[in-house]
T-cell receptor, first 118, second 109 residues
Framework: GAVVSQHPSRVICKSGTSVKIECRSL??????MFWYRQFPKQSLMLMAT?????????EQGVEKDKFLINHASLTLSTLTVTSAHPEDSSFYIC??????????????FGPGTRLTVT | GQNIDQPTEMTATEGAIVQINCTYQ??????LFWYQQHAGEAPTFLSY??LDGLEEKGRFSSFLSRSKGYSYLLLKELQMKDSASYLC??????????WGAGTKLIIKP
């Protein structure tokens, strides 16, 4: 149980275009979803936290107009990278947290999306 | 500020034991997590400690001392597949996870 999927797993796009990444909790209701970015050989960097039905809370330094997050249901959150540039190339990982599952406040991670902007 | 420290890289031999340390300074404490991350993949949960002491789970054990702000992950009977990064993360008073930079573990035959 506690499976989180992410789609697509890899995407290559041209500079200036937008890319949408989906994160789904398959067998539980995710009250909170998190979006992380990870550059090579670095740790996870939290970008934003979203609760179903409310606006996402962005971490300092993350542009909310560039990284649009929607958490419309208890099983789906989306991250849209708008007007992508090569410096946005990274590994984007979502995680989900549901009440009553696993260790207290444990986050279940999706498999990640490798974004390459050319 | 909040800070999690763990070694950048460690090397160990197949079949041996390795201990990965993590020290932390955070605003509040609601538990410490260890995750394993293979290259190019997402992290997977290994352990959670909220009380002092040792939690054992198969070949992996995790220890916590809240008074010292210290934890370690102990891996026994190392296998080649254990080569990965090991991430220490502390949940602060706001229930936010504060992540360490990860320890890259290299297993040699």
């Amino acid at each position: 149980g506690a499976v989180v999927s992410q789609h697509p797993s890899r995407v290559i796009c041209k500079s200036g275009t937008s890319v949408k990444i989906e994160c789904r909790s398959l067998d539980f209701q995710a009250t909170t979803m998190f979006w992380y970015r990870q550059f090579p050989k670095q740790s996870l960097m939290l970008m934003a936290t979203s609760n179903e039905g409310s606006k996402a809370t962005y971490e300092q330094g993350v542009e909310k107009d560039k990284f649009l997050i929607n958490h419309a249901s208890l099983t789906l959150s989306t991250l849209t990278v708008t007007s992508a540039h090569p410096e946005d190339s990274s590994f984007y990982i979502c995680s989900a947290r549901g009440s009553g599952r696993g260790a207290p406040y444990e986050q279940y991670f999706g498999p990640g999306t490798r974004l390459t902007v050319t | 500020g909040q800070n999690i420290d763990q070694p950048t890289e460690m090397t160990a031999t197949e079949g041996a034991i390795v201990q990965i340390n993590c020290t932390y300074q955070t605003s509040g404490f609601n538990g410490l997590f260890w995750y394993q991350q293979h290259a190019g993949e997402a992290p997977t949960f290994l352990s959670y400690n909220v009380l002092d002491g040792l939690e054992e789970k198969g070949r992996f054990s995790s220890f916590l001392s809240r008074s010292k702000g210290y934890s370690y992950l102990l891996l026994k009977e190392l296998q080649m597949k254990d080569s990965a990064s090991y991430l220490c993360a502390v949940m602060d008073s706001n229930y936010q996870l504060i992540w360490g930079a990860g320890t890259k573990l290299i297993i040699k035959p």
